[in-house]
Every structure is written in C-alpha cells, then in structure tokens.
C-alpha cells in the first residue's frame, strides 16, 4: 500500500514509466509459459500437453478478437475438449 501512496503523491521520470509499462506483459508472459511445464524437483520438467495444446486455438482467438471474455470462453472450452478426449 505504501507504494501507491508515495507514488500519488509524486511523480515518476518518464524512462521510470516506460519501463514499468512492459511489467504486465512479462509477467503474464512468465506465467503463460510457466504453464506449460510440469516441474519435479532434481529432474527436468516435464511438458504439460494439456495446457500446451489449449494454448494454441487461445492465442488465435487472442490475436483475432483481442476480447477477453471470448479469449477466455475459448481457453475454458478448449480445455475441456483435451481433458475430454
């Protein structure tokens, strides 16, 4: 909380701003890919198929209608397709 208060009260440099913007992007970056990978520990990770395989019609339906909810029904509903099968 303390953050946010400091940073109403003052404001930061543009080069500050700018590279704060990127840090949404490389966290859900980070955690998109991080899905894909079953970690155990002393051993490489595994790949995770179901979440690899329900990627892929999500990030078409992400790139054709930049609409959260669709991306969203499209990664649930996809997901239960792989799981189904």
């Known amino acids: 909380m303390v953050p946010?208060?400091?940073l109403?009260?003052?404001s930061l440099p543009k080069l500050?701003?700018?590279?704060?913007?990127?840090?949404?992007?490389?966290?859900?970056a980070a955690l998109f890919f991080e899905s894909w990978f079953?970690?155990?520990?002393g051993h490489l990770p595994?790949?995770?198929?179901?979440?690899?395989i329900a990627s892929g019609p999500t990030v078409v339906a992400a790139a054709i209608t930049k609409n959260l909810l669709a991306i969203v029904i499209v990664?649930?509903?996809t997901m239960a397709i792989v799981r189904l099968v």
Do not use: D, Q, R
């Open 4 to 6: 946010f208060v400091l």
């Open 8 to 10: 109403k009260k003052f």
């Open 16 to 28: 500050a701003v700018e590279f704060l913007s990127f840090v949404p992007i490389t966290i859900m």
């Open 38 to 41: 079953i970690g155990h520990p």
């Open 46 to 52: 595994e790949i995770n198929w179901e979440n690899l």
């Open 75 to 77: 990664g649930v509903i």
